[in-house]
């Protein structure tokens, strides 16, 4: 997996950009294995609002996933959505993304 590096100018616009294809590397998010149920939500950092965010699942758990990109103009954080897909009274298998912006 290649990294890359951004630089900004004053104005916060993107300067230069060595990223691979799939962005810079943000952070790892180990979605959990305990016995909730339904949708959760883990949201990402504000500043990545005007980014596009892609996820790589590097361990698969018992979750279906799903990527809310940030909207600058609202001020909506990038989030990442999930369901358990098992029975709340079985030990979930945890999963691990990495998330990488451009």
């Known amino acids: 997996m290649a990294y890359g590096m ?8 993107l300067a230069y950009d060595s990223s691979s294809p799939g962005g810079v590397f943000v952070q790892f998010v180990t979605l959990p294995n305990d016995s909730t ?14 980014m596009t965010i892609q996820l790589f699942i590097v361990s698969s758990g018992d979750h279906d996933i799903y990527l809310q990109q940030g909207n600058p103009e609202s001020g909506q954080n990038p989030k990442i959505y ?12 945890p999963t691990i993304i990495m998330v990488l912006a451009k």
């Not at 369901?83 to 079985?90: E, G, I, K």
């Open 82 to 93: 999930w369901n358990n897909t098992t029975n709340a009274n079985f030990l979930r298998k």
């Open 6 to 13: 951004q630089i900004y100018n004053e104005d916060n616009s």
């Open 37 to 50: 149920t339904g949708t959760n939500i883990f949201n990402l950092s504000s500043n990545y609002n005007a």
